[in-house]
Protein backbone atom coordinates (compact mmCIF):
# COMPACT_ATOMS: atom_id res chain seq x y z
CA UNK A 1 0.00 0.00 0.00
CA UNK A 2 2.89 2.64 0.69
CA UNK A 3 4.57 1.82 -2.22
CA UNK A 4 1.58 2.45 -4.21
CA UNK A 5 1.14 5.91 -2.58
CA UNK A 6 4.69 6.48 -2.56
CA UNK A 7 4.60 5.86 -6.80
CA UNK A 8 1.36 8.08 -7.07
CA UNK A 9 3.56 10.83 -5.36
CA UNK A 10 6.08 10.37 -7.09
CA UNK A 11 4.05 11.04 -10.27
CA UNK A 12 2.11 14.02 -9.15
CA UNK A 13 5.76 15.53 -7.79
CA UNK A 14 6.90 14.77 -11.47
CA UNK A 15 3.92 16.45 -13.12
CA UNK A 16 4.00 19.53 -10.96
CA UNK A 17 7.95 20.29 -12.29
CA UNK A 18 6.49 19.44 -15.28
CA UNK A 19 3.84 21.69 -15.02
CA UNK A 20 6.20 24.92 -14.13
CA UNK A 21 7.68 24.74 -17.88
CA UNK A 22 6.15 26.45 -20.57
CA UNK A 23 4.32 23.97 -22.94
CA UNK A 24 5.75 23.63 -26.52
CA UNK A 25 4.86 21.15 -29.09
CA UNK A 26 7.57 18.62 -29.89
CA UNK A 27 10.94 20.43 -31.17
CA UNK A 28 10.07 23.52 -30.11
CA UNK A 29 11.66 24.76 -26.72
CA UNK A 30 10.75 28.03 -25.29
CA UNK A 31 14.33 29.36 -25.70
CA UNK A 32 14.11 29.09 -29.32
CA UNK A 33 11.08 30.85 -29.39
CA UNK A 34 12.70 33.98 -27.51
CA UNK A 35 15.76 33.60 -30.03
CA UNK A 36 13.55 34.02 -32.83
CA UNK A 37 12.01 37.07 -31.46
CA UNK A 38 15.02 38.68 -30.16
CA UNK A 39 16.27 38.08 -33.62
CA UNK A 40 12.94 39.99 -35.22
CA UNK A 41 13.53 42.55 -32.58
CA UNK A 42 17.19 43.17 -33.62
CA UNK A 43 16.40 43.34 -37.37
CA UNK A 44 13.30 45.24 -37.17
CA UNK A 45 13.58 48.79 -38.75
CA UNK A 46 12.72 52.21 -36.77
CA UNK A 47 9.25 52.61 -36.80
CA UNK A 48 9.84 56.49 -37.82
CA UNK A 49 11.24 55.30 -40.84
CA UNK A 50 8.64 52.35 -41.53
CA UNK A 51 5.64 55.49 -41.40
CA UNK A 52 7.65 58.63 -42.81
CA UNK A 53 5.03 60.05 -45.27
CA UNK A 54 7.64 61.54 -47.44
CA UNK A 55 8.42 58.60 -48.73
CA UNK A 56 5.76 56.72 -50.25
CA UNK A 57 4.73 57.74 -53.56
CA UNK A 58 3.43 55.81 -56.83
CA UNK A 59 5.46 53.32 -59.00
CA UNK A 60 5.83 54.96 -62.45
CA UNK A 61 5.17 50.94 -64.27
CA UNK A 62 4.38 47.65 -63.11
CA UNK A 63 8.15 46.43 -62.94
CA UNK A 64 9.08 49.17 -60.35
CA UNK A 65 5.88 47.67 -58.39
CA UNK A 66 7.31 44.73 -58.11
CA UNK A 67 10.55 45.42 -57.32
CA UNK A 68 9.31 48.04 -54.59
CA UNK A 69 7.34 44.86 -53.33
CA UNK A 70 10.24 42.37 -53.27
CA UNK A 71 12.53 44.62 -51.72
CA UNK A 72 10.61 46.01 -48.96
CA UNK A 73 8.93 42.80 -48.06
CA UNK A 74 12.64 42.03 -47.54
CA UNK A 75 13.90 44.82 -46.02
CA UNK A 76 10.77 45.17 -43.59
CA UNK A 77 10.03 41.59 -42.92
CA UNK A 78 10.35 42.18 -38.80
CA UNK A 79 8.39 45.17 -39.25
CA UNK A 80 5.74 42.90 -41.04
CA UNK A 81 5.80 40.38 -38.74
CA UNK A 82 4.76 42.43 -35.26
CA UNK A 83 1.97 43.88 -37.41
CA UNK A 84 0.71 40.76 -37.75
CA UNK A 85 1.23 39.56 -34.78
CA UNK A 86 -0.49 42.81 -33.49
CA UNK A 87 -3.56 42.28 -35.86
CA UNK A 88 -3.75 39.02 -34.53
CA UNK A 89 -3.84 40.18 -30.88
CA UNK A 90 -6.29 43.11 -32.12
CA UNK A 91 -8.63 40.55 -32.94
CA UNK A 92 -8.25 38.18 -30.00
CA UNK A 93 -9.02 41.52 -27.63
CA UNK A 94 -11.85 43.05 -29.26
CA UNK A 95 -14.29 39.75 -29.47
CA UNK A 96 -14.36 38.21 -26.50
CA UNK A 97 -16.22 35.37 -27.81
CA UNK A 98 -12.88 34.29 -29.42
CA UNK A 99 -11.58 35.37 -25.99
CA UNK A 100 -13.91 32.43 -24.48
CA UNK A 101 -13.01 29.96 -27.02
CA UNK A 102 -9.66 30.56 -26.72
CA UNK A 103 -9.92 29.86 -22.74
CA UNK A 104 -12.42 26.36 -23.49
CA UNK A 105 -9.33 25.30 -26.03
CA UNK A 106 -6.57 25.75 -23.64
CA UNK A 107 -8.66 24.23 -20.27
CA UNK A 108 -9.58 21.24 -22.09
CA UNK A 109 -6.05 20.92 -23.26
CA UNK A 110 -4.86 21.28 -20.02
CA UNK A 111 -6.98 19.12 -18.47
CA UNK A 112 -6.52 15.87 -21.02
CA UNK A 113 -2.95 17.02 -20.73
CA UNK A 114 -3.09 16.27 -16.91
CA UNK A 115 -5.40 13.21 -17.32
CA UNK A 116 -2.43 11.90 -19.77
CA UNK A 117 0.41 12.38 -16.85
CA UNK A 118 -1.77 10.40 -14.24
CA UNK A 119 -2.00 7.62 -16.86
CA UNK A 120 -5.24 7.60 -16.95
CA UNK A 121 -5.32 8.61 -21.03
CA UNK A 122 -2.51 6.99 -23.06
CA UNK A 123 -2.46 10.10 -25.42
CA UNK A 124 0.54 11.19 -27.78
CA UNK A 125 0.51 15.29 -27.70
CA UNK A 126 -1.08 15.41 -31.27
CA UNK A 127 -3.76 13.46 -30.16
CA UNK A 128 -4.57 15.87 -27.28
CA UNK A 129 -4.10 18.62 -29.64
CA UNK A 130 -6.94 16.81 -32.00
CA UNK A 131 -8.97 16.35 -29.10
CA UNK A 132 -8.77 19.57 -27.62
CA UNK A 133 -9.54 21.18 -30.61
CA UNK A 134 -12.67 18.88 -30.76
CA UNK A 135 -14.29 19.55 -27.68
CA UNK A 136 -13.68 23.14 -28.42
CA UNK A 137 -14.87 23.42 -32.28
CA UNK A 138 -18.31 24.08 -31.09
CA UNK A 139 -17.56 27.29 -29.21
CA UNK A 140 -14.68 28.51 -32.32
CA UNK A 141 -17.66 28.07 -34.46
CA UNK A 142 -20.07 30.40 -32.48
CA UNK A 143 -17.36 32.47 -31.66
CA UNK A 144 -16.59 33.10 -35.71
CA UNK A 145 -12.67 31.90 -35.43
CA UNK A 146 -13.10 31.53 -38.87
CA UNK A 147 -14.45 34.73 -40.13
CA UNK A 148 -11.69 36.30 -37.32
CA UNK A 149 -9.17 34.28 -39.06
CA UNK A 150 -9.58 35.49 -42.88
CA UNK A 151 -10.17 39.14 -41.11
CA UNK A 152 -6.71 39.21 -40.16
CA UNK A 153 -5.29 37.47 -43.17
CA UNK A 154 -7.12 40.29 -45.68
CA UNK A 155 -6.02 43.22 -43.41
CA UNK A 156 -2.31 42.26 -43.06
CA UNK A 157 -2.40 41.43 -46.80
CA UNK A 158 -3.60 45.12 -47.02
CA UNK A 159 -1.61 46.92 -45.22
CA UNK A 160 1.50 44.70 -45.62
CA UNK A 161 0.75 44.81 -49.76
CA UNK A 162 0.15 48.79 -49.55
CA UNK A 163 3.05 49.95 -47.46
CA UNK A 164 5.53 47.28 -49.70
CA UNK A 165 4.09 48.81 -52.64
CA UNK A 166 3.78 52.31 -52.55
CA UNK A 167 7.14 52.84 -50.09
CA UNK A 168 9.90 54.47 -52.31
CA UNK A 169 13.09 51.89 -51.73
CA UNK A 170 16.18 53.78 -50.37
CA UNK A 171 19.02 55.22 -53.76
CA UNK A 172 21.04 52.47 -52.21
CA UNK A 173 18.40 49.37 -52.89
CA UNK A 174 17.87 51.19 -56.22
CA UNK A 175 21.43 50.89 -57.21
CA UNK A 176 21.63 47.12 -56.45
CA UNK A 177 18.52 46.49 -57.62
CA UNK A 178 20.19 48.20 -61.24
CA UNK A 179 23.10 46.10 -61.04
CA UNK A 180 22.30 43.20 -60.69
CA UNK A 181 22.96 40.74 -63.87
CA UNK A 182 19.83 39.18 -65.44
Not at 58 to 72: D, S, Y
Not at 150 to 168: K, M, N, P, Q, Y
Request: glycine residues 4%; charged residues 20%; positive net charge.
Amino acid sequence: MKSLLKARDDKLKNAKLKMHKLWLPKGFSASMAKEWIDRRRVSIRPWASFVDQRKFSKPRNFGELCQRVVKNVEVYNSNYTFIFLGLILYCIISSPMLLIALAVFAGAFYIIHLKSLESKLVLTVPHQMSLAGAVSLPVFWLAGAGAAVFWVLGATLFVIGSHAAFRELETSEIEELLMEPV
